[in-house]
Every structure is written in structure tokens, then in C-alpha cells.
């Protein structure tokens, strides 16, 4: 049986890290990484070599957008899926995140049912 | 008896002759002294009548038309004040000289002469080349000695020059005191013609500078590289107005451009300054308003829904029935914050100033089979059917699908959920007067009376009559009647308590004209 697939997730609401950490792992069966700010995710991501990253946009510091594009620097990170998580939900948002080169844009909130099988999807391309 | 050696008699016939022929020869001389008398009076009133014509021809521009008003005779000032030859004018009706917007004062005059009446005013003329000349006229009826009309003699005074300066002097005075930059350019050279007071102490320029600076050398424009094709466009097109959004100083101003032309004078460029800062600055609050409504609303939201979600779904144990219950209360209270939500942005989003929705010949029989298509489903949740109740083909309004179809769609959903299971809502649309009606009916309880006059208001919530609790944000009929708004179009209703509700769209019909018009400017773009 393969090893379960590693979710890097970055989000600094503590009580949405806890939602997605119960949905990924116990709904999902996946390993998750969580960092509360992209600065500290970029720093610890190689090694962890995540399957996909989960990444709020809007957070203090460095912000989604700012994280995505120093992530895609790292070794081995060129090609990762990674998954915008936004509360922003117009239309040219969505447009300007998948301009960066993002997997998929999921907007808050979300259903902790089923952002597992969305993550599987995205992985299986 | 004497012989005095002559006839006395004869004497006396020869005297008597001569005595007449004195009396014939004074009444003679006197005839002629008084001839000569009435000659030089004459001459005299004649040297003093060519005197005023004269006087009159050197000063004004007279014509002499007959009852009917064609003219008879001009004097050569008039030819050359007006650029016409005697031949283009003779004959002709005196009417036919007016500008369009004074062709009724010809009829005025015609009328009021023919009563014997003068009239004087203002009128104003074609010249030859089509310029307009204004002229100060006083027109006097002339009748013979039974009181007959028998011609009418104008006299003008061009005042022309007066009446432009005079108007002249009140635009620039205007000009002057405006407190935003006015600006007036020649568009071939580019050279300024014109700054208001305002504008010159802005560019800290006199108006003697004037002569020799261009529009470039100031900042009312984005670009020196966008105000060369912008003027041209303006010049070619024929368009009145451009508007160009300007930083400057560190705030926001639009630069509006307009092109104007007055006969006799070359095309020029007027630039209207407008400081658009404090707007820009409110539009921007608001879009921060509605960031912050969105992320600061919607970031609780998730870890809510998400909680409730995963407890909802079993994720970390079983639950008890009574926790179940209120597990559903809570999840269907966070859904409907969200859509409250949703609907709020949506509505912002609409009205804001910028929204743009792209346009297209719409077919409202298609728009209606796919309204009912996709809200099959929704329909038969709440048992209810929609049904076409008859929408003529071929019927066209200017309009984005999309968002015509979301207005069909807040009607449906609200007629449906007021309607009585079991029971019908009907669609369809008829055309008349140039405009196409969509409607959507319901046999509901009806709209009650006082929810009618803020119906279209946001937070309306209305119609909870019966047994019937509905759901609803309130918002739903807002963002119809925005929607409806953008379509340069109206909503309206009508209710009968017990019987149903009624709401109809109106909006401006598309001829065949306008849908080849559309779809070939659609193409051009």
C-alpha cells in the first residue's frame, strides 16, 4: 500500500488550520504540514516535500501571492500543485491566481467533506 | 365839335390792349418766377432724398419685397454683407434667406405687415457660405392711398460682431471664474488659443505666453503619446467628448475633451479639467468595504461551516438525535449568512460605478425555454412546474444572457417558493409598442399592501402570508431591479391577495436594423 500523500497548508486562522487538519486527515487519510505564515513555509518546505500545497491568500507578511512565487523557486517545486484557499471569491481574483500558475482556486468556506476528494482530483491530473 | 386830329375811342380800345397785355405779361412773369421757384424746391427735395439714400445705402442693408415676400429689389450693401450676386437674390422668397431657426419670424413679419403693422427685431440670415449673420431689421408695410398693401421695406444693421463679442466676453468671464483648468487648442498645430485665469496660474503662465505654447507643454494630459491620437479620433469620428483619466499633484483628475465648431471659425480642442479625487477616493473606501466584507465575514464563516460540517457529517462521532437537530439549525444559519453574503457583494457589484456587462442581441423565446430547462429541478424540489405560457419567436432585446437569465431566475425562485405545492408558475413574454415584456406569474397568496411601495428596496421581506414561512435574504429583488436597470429597462407587478403575483420586465425591443448594427460592431471589436 503507497504512503499517504503529504498536504503542505498554509493559513495563519488558527481555527481554519484546525478544520483543515481534521478534514485532510481524518476525512482525507492525508499527512499534513501546516505553517501559520508563508515566510516559515517557504523555509521548511523542502524538507517536507509536500504532494500539493494549500495556501491562504490573504494573510500578514508575506501574503499568498508573494509565497506562491518564492515556493516555485525551491528545488523540486516547479510543477507542484499548488491550491489557492481565498475568502475572496470575485471573479477577477480567481482570474489573477490561476494567471500565477495555480492548480486550482477553492473558496472559503469550504466543505471539509469533500476538500479532500478536490485535493485527490487535482493530483490525479 | 372839335377835330382833335385822333379818335378818341380808338385811344381808349389801344390803351385797354395794353393794359391787358401788362396784366397777361406780370401774370406770365409771376407764373414763371413761381415755376422757376417750385423747380428749385424740387431739386433741391430731390438732392436731399438722393442725400439719404445715399446715407441710408452706406448704413444699411435694405430690401424691398412684395406682399408675398419675394424680393424685388436689394441695395449692394445687403449683396455684400450677405455674398450674394443680384441675380441669386431677386425673385427669390425673402424667407428662403433665414437660418431654419428663424424662418418663422419671416411668417411672423409677413403677417403682422399685411395688417399694416411694422416690425422690428432681431433675425438672422444665411450668408453665402453658409455662416450665420445676425442682423438688427425693422420692416415697414407700405400701403397705397385705399389703404392696400402693396410692399414691405426692410432695413438691417449687421450685428453680428456685437452679438459674438458680447457673447464672447460672458464665456471667458464664466471661464475665468471657474476654479478647475479650462483650456482651448488648436487641433492641427496643437498651439493654445485659450486659457481661463485658473489655468494660467496653475502653468504660472500670462496670457501674453499664450501665442506660443502647445498642449504638450502642459500636464492636462495622460500622455504627450495618447493626446495626439485622442484628438484626432475626437476630429475624424465626429465625437463630442473624450475623457482621460489624469494624475496630477498627487491627485486624480479626469481631463474631458471636447470638440467644438462654430461657423466661420477652424475645428478646435476644449479641455475641461475636472478634480475626480474625492470620488475616487469614496469609490476606493467602498471597494475596501467590501473586501473587508468579504474576508473578515467569510473568514469566521469557514471555520463555522466547517466545524458544524464535520460534526454534521460524523467525522468525530456519533450524535445524539437532539444534537443532530441542533447541528442542522446551525448549518442551515451559516449557509444563509453566506448567501446573505453572497447577495450583498453581488449587489455592490452591480451598482458600482464601473460594472460592465457585455451586450448581445438576445433571443427572449430561447431565453425562456432554458429559464424553465434549468429550473426544472429546482421546481420540482418544491413541487412545483414552470411552464411556458406562450412567448412569440423571433423577439430580440439588447442584453447579456447571463444576467437576464439571473433575473428570470430570482422570479422563478421567489414565485416557486410562494406558490402552493402542487401548483403552476408561468413564463413568457409578449411585444408591443416597441418593447418586449418578460413575465413570470405565480398563484400565490399575493403581494400584501403594505410590503408593495419597498418591495424593490434592499432587506424587503415580504409575503410571509398563509402558513407559507419562506427564506430569503430580501436582496433578491434589489439585484432583479438593478439588473433591470443596467438593461435600460423597468420591473413592475401586479398582485391580487388570494390570486397571485404578476411580475413583469420591460425592455426596449431590438429591430432587425439594431441586431445587424450589433452583431457587425460586435465583429468590428
Known amino acids: 500500500m503507497s504512503e499517504s500523500p503529504t498536504i503542505m497548508h498554509v493559513e495563519d486562522e488558527p481555527d481554519i488550520r484546525e478544520i483543515a487538519k481534521m478534514s485532510l486527515e481524518m476525512v482525507g487519510g492525508f499527512n499534513v504540514v501546516q505553517f501559520s505564515n508563508g515566510a516559515e513555509a517557504v523555509a521548511q518546505a523542502a524538507q517536507h516535500d509536500p504532494d500539493l500545497i494549500l495556501l491562504d491568500v490573504m494573510m500578514p507578511g508575506m501574503d499568498g501571492e508573494e509565497t506562491f512565487i518564492e515556493l516555485r523557486k525551491l528545488d523540486g517545486f516547479a510543477d507542484k500543485p499548488i491550491v489557492f484557499m481565498t475568502a475572496k471569491a470575485s471573479q477577477a481574483d480567481n482570474t489573477k491566481l490561476l494567471s500565477l500558475g495555480a492548480a486550482e482556486v477553492i473558496f472559503k468556506p469550504f466543505d471539509p467533506m469533500a476538500l479532500p476528494d478536490q485535493l485527490r482530483a487535482i493530483m490525479a491530473r | ?525
Open chain 2, 1 to 525: 365839335m372839335f377835330d382833335l386830329g385822333f379818335d378818341i375811342k380808338l385811344v381808349a380800345e389801344h390803351a385797354l390792349l395794353g393794359f391787358s397785355m401788362l396784366v397777361i405779361f406780370l401774370a406770365y412773369y409771376r407764373g414763371r418766377q413761381s415755376l422757376r421757384l417750385r423747380e428749385k424746391l424740387l431739386r433741391g427735395q430731390q438732392l436731399e432724398l438722393a442725400f439719404q439714400e445715399q446715407a441710408l445705402n452706406e448704413h444699411a442693408l435694405v430690401t424691398v419685397t412684395d406682399t408675398d415676400g419675394i424680393l424685388q429689389d436689394v441695395n449692394q450693401r445687403f449683396l455684400d454683407t450677405f455674398g450674394y450676386k443680384r441675380e441669386e437674390v431677386i425673385g427669390k422668397p425673402h424667407r428662403a434667406f433665414y437660418t431654419e431657426h428663424d424662418a418663422v419670424k419671416s411668417d411672423e413679419i409677413k403677417e403682422m405687415t399685411a395688417n399694416g403693422e411694422i416690425w422690428s427685431g432681431i433675425t438672422q440670415l444665411n450668408h453665402a457660405s453658409g455662416d450665420v449673420v445676425f442682423t438688427q431689421c425693422t420692416v415697414v408695410p407700405m400701403m397705397d392711398e385705399n389703404g392696400r398693401h402693396i410692399k414691405n421695406i426692410s432695413l438691417r444693421t449687421d450685428v453680428t460682431e456685437n452679438r459674438q463679442s458680447e457673447v464672447q466676453r460672458l464665456m471667458t468671464a464664466a471661464f475665468d471664474n471657474m476654479h478647475t483648468a479650462v483650456c482651448v487648442y488648436d487641433p492641427k498645430t496643437f498651439h493654445i488659443c485659450y486659457m481661463n485665469d485658473y489655468a494660467l496660474t496653475e502653468q504660472g503662465w500670462t496670457s501674453a505666453d499664450l501665442g506660443q505654447k502647445t498642449i504638450w507643454e502642459t500636464d492636462y494630459s495622460p500622455n504627450p503619446d495618447l493626446l495626439g491620437p485622442v484628438t484626432k479620433d475626437l476630429m475624424v469620428s465626429g465625437r463630442s467628448t473624450v475623457v482621460l483619466k489624469t494624475p496630477r499633484n498627487g491627485r486624480e483628475y479626469e481631463a474631458q475633451l471636447f470638440s467644438i465648431s462654430a461657423s466661420g471659425f477652424s475645428p478646435r480642442i476644449l479641455v475641461i479639467m475636472h478634480d475626480i479625487s474625492d470620488r475616487v477616493l469614496a469609490e476606493r473606501k467602498r471597494q475596501e468595504l467590501v473586501s473587508v466584507i468579504t474576508h473578515e465575514l467569510r473568514t469566521p464563516l469557514t471555520s463555522i461551516k466547517g466545524a458544524v460540517g464535520l460534526i454534521g457529517a460524523g467525522a468525530v462521532g456519533p450524535m445524539s438525535v437532539k444534537a443532530r437537530s441542533l447541528i442542522d439549525i446551525a448549518e442551515k444559519n451559516s449557509e444563509r449568512m453566506l448567501i446573505l453574503i453572497r447577495d450583498l457583494l453581488e449587489l455592490e457589484r452591480i451598482n458600482q460605478k464601473g460594472f460592465e456587462m457585455e451586450m448581445a442581441p438576445v433571443n427572449v423565446a430561447n431565453l425562456v425555454d432554458e429559464a424553465i430547462t434549468a429550473h426544472r429541478g429546482y421546481g420540482l424540489e418544491l413541487d412545483i412546474e414552470f411552464v411556458n405560457a406562450g412567448t412569440p419567436q423571433d423577439l430580440f432585446v439588447s442584453g447579456n444572457a447571463d444576467r437576464l437569465m439571473q433575473v428570470l431566475a430570482n422570479l422563478m425562485s421567489n414565485a416557486a417558493k410562494f406558490s402552493e405545492a402542487g401548483s403552476n408558475v408561468e413564463l413568457g413574454a409578449w411585444a408591443e409598442d416597441g418593447e418586449v415584456t418578460l413575465f413570470v406569474r405565480d398563484h400565490g397568496p399575493g403581494i400584501p399592501e403594505e410590503s408593495r411601495e419597498t418591495l424593490f428596496d434592499r432587506f424587503t421581506q415580504t409575503r410571509n402570508v398563509g402558513n407559507k414561512k419562506v427564506d430569503s435574504t430580501g436582496l433578491g429583488l434589489s439585484i432583479v431591479k438593478s439588473l433591470v436597470d443596467r438593461h435600460h429597462g423597468t420591473i413592475d407587478f401586479a398582485t391580487e391577495t388570494g390570486e397571485g403575483t404578476t411580475f413583469m420586465v420591460h425592455l426596449p425591443m431590438m429591430s432587425p436594423k439594431d441586431i445587424e448594427a450589433m452583431n457587425a460592431a460586435a465583429k468590428v471589436a
